[in-house]
């Protein structure tokens, strides 16, 4: 069925650099999709929403300067967690709704980010 | 605030216990309601989902949900667990239904199911 693959899976970096993490719907389009960051042992906390060809929408207390999103295609988002820090460290989870395959939502498998 | 509330954190069960994950939320209006389950090391997946009509949803895994409008609330169900049902758990509501797609998730509840 249609999924969503997220990329890289896991990343380190160094504090002060920039990290992109992509997420690829693979055999249906998302004009829409959303940005988690999950916290050990916590919830999905909603971070923005991508929109395809415009600016995405970000959640209360998200600084959108330090994760920008981009969602140049109908296929692909994008999140870049920019001069990152050690809080930055986290679990970034995307999703997509699929359209015209019962509306279910799917879940990418998700980025382990660490910052040393 | 509008949020997605789990009471329970972490339940320990045995093998052939029931089971129940408690779930409430406080966006008014129209919501559909969502159970997700994460095994560890795995993406979530859906489990159950209720956007309308019969409030006693049936999902995968022997799992059901009841949706009880007047107490906002959509609590998981399992009569008898087993061992391989140890996961994270996740309720989750899609506020304000058909107005957004975003999807609000609850805290989440570890369950441990012991032999």
């Known amino acids: 069925g249609a999924v969503v693959s997220q990329h890289p899976s896991r990343v380190i970096c160094k504090s002060g650099t920039s990290v992109k993490i992509e997420c690829r719907s693979l055999?249906?389009?998302?004009?829409?999709m959303f940005w988690y960051r999950q916290f050990p042992k916590q919830s999905l906390m909603l971070m923005a929403t991508?929109?395809?060809?415009?600016?995405?929408?970000?959640e209360q207390g998200v600084e959108k300067d330090k994760f920008l999103i981009n969602h140049a295609s109908l296929t692909l988002s994008t999140l870049t967690v920019t001069s990152a820090h050690p809080e930055d460290s986290s679990f970034y989870i995307c999703?997509?709704?699929?359209?015209?395959?019962?509306?279910?939502?799917?879940f990418g498998s998700g980025t382990r980010l660490t910052v040393v | 605030a509008q949020s997605v509330s789990q009471h329970n954190h972490h339940v320990i069960l045995s093998e052939a216990a029931s089971l129940e994950l408690g779930c409430n939320y406080s966006?008014?209006?129209?919501?559909?309601l969502f159970w997700y389950v994460q095994y560890p090391g795995q993406h979530l997946q859906l489990l159950l989902k209720?956007?309308?009509?019969?409030?006693l949803v049936k999902g995968i895994k022997g799992f059901e949900a009841e949706f009880i409008k007047s107490k906002f609330s959509f609590n998981l169900r399992k009569p008898s667990v087993q061992w391989s049902d140890t996961a994270e758990y996740f309720c989750?509501?899609?506020?304000?239904?058909?107005?957004?797609?975003?999807?609000?998730f609850g805290t989440g509840t570890r369950l441990q199911v012991f032999p």
């Open positions: 999703s997509a709704r699929i359209l015209g395959q019962g509306g279910d939502w799917t």
């Open positions: 055999d249906f389009q998302a004009t829409t």
């Open positions: 991508s929109n395809e060809g415009s600016k995405a929408t970000y």
């Open positions: 966006y008014g209006g129209t919501v559909n």
């Open positions: 209720y956007f309308s009509g019969d409030p």
């Open positions: 989750a509501v899609r506020p304000g239904a058909y107005n957004t797609d975003k999807l609000i």
